[in-house]
Nanobody, 127 residues
Framework: QVLLGESGGGSVQDGGSLRLSCAASGITYGSYCMGWFRQAPGKERERVASLYSGGGTPYYADSVKGRFTASRDSAENTLYLQMNSLKPEDTAMYYC????????????????????WGQGTQVTVSS
């Protein structure tokens, strides 16, 4: 059974930083795509970043490129999202997600492909 649990959310000022963590269990590293998604009130959930659990370059939404960095620590079974230069428009609930990689690239932004989700952690950026 795959279980995901996010932590690290909070409230920061415009330009601040936060680091989100996602503790994963039941993941066979090297076989999964891991993703960070976010959903702001009244908006659809969008992919922020995704990466292959076996390593390699992460993929990012254009809105966060150069500011956010996704990484994973396979030894600790943890996924991270370092968020710098935060903006008020980054305010949202952030979710960790996972899906078996199969034959589809981890660059896919389609949230319905992800089968496993955490409960989310709130990020609020004030101006």
């Amino acid at each position: 059974q795959v279980l995901l649990g996010e932590s690290g959310g909070g409230s920061v000022q415009d330009g601040g930083s936060l680091r989100l963590s996602c503790a994963a269990s039941g993941i066979t590293y090297g076989s999964y795509c891991m993703g960070w998604f976010r959903q702001a009130p009244g908006k659809e959930r969008e992919r922020v970043a995704s990466l292959y659990s076996g390593g390699g370059t992460p993929y990012y939404a254009d809105s966060v490129k150069g500011r956010f960095t996704a990484s994973r620590d396979s030894a600790e079974n943890t996924l991270y999202l370092q968020m710098n230069s935060l903006k008020p428009e980054d305010t949202a609930m952030y979710y960790c997600a996972a899906r078996p990689r199969g034959f589809k690239s981890c660059s896919s932004e389609i949230e319905t492909e992800y089968k496993h989700w955490g409960q989310g952690t709130q990020v609020t950026v004030s101006s």
